[in-house]
């Protein structure tokens, strides 16, 4: 049985930091292009971040260039974003996601084989 769970949310101020943790379990972490989606009130889940097993392939949405960071640690089975200068705007539900696509990095929700559960992140201003 697949399993994603994700940790690290909460509320923050603008400006602060959070990092994301999502642990697999069942399934064979190196194999999947992992990914993080995020899903604000009323809109559609879009795609943020995703990371293949090779570390140098890693992929990101352009509203978080430069303030987000996906990395993985296969050892683990554990994905992490790390989220700087944060925004109201990133105020939204981040699902951990992986994708069965070898180093291609699918931005489509339907093109996921697993979710996490999802957690929330709050950015006050």
């Known amino acids: 049985q697949v399993q994603l769970v994700e940790s690290g949310g909460g509320l923050v101020q603008a400006g602060g930091s959070l990092r994301l943790s999502c642990a697999a379990s069942?399934?064979?972490?190196?194999?999947?292009?992992m990914n993080w989606f995020r899903q604000a009130p009323g809109k559609e889940r879009e795609f943020v971040a995703g990371?293949?097993?090779?570390?140098?392939?890693?992929s990101y949405v352009d509203s978080v260039k430069g303030r987000f960071t996906i990395s993985r640690d296969n050892a683990k089975n554990t994905v992490y974003l790390q989220m700087n200068s944060l925004k109201p705007e990133d105020t939204a539900v981040y699902y951990c996601?992986?994708?069965?696509?070898?180093?291609?990095?699918?931005?489509?929700?339907?093109?996921?084989?697993?979710w996490g559960k999802g957690i929330l992140v709050t950015v006050s201003s």
């Open positions: 996601a992986a994708a069965l696509s070898g180093v291609v990095i699918k931005t489509n929700p339907g093109d996921m084989n697993y």
């Open positions: 069942g399934l064979a972490f190196s194999m999947f292009t």
């Open positions: 990371a293949p097993w090779l570390p140098s392939r890693t």
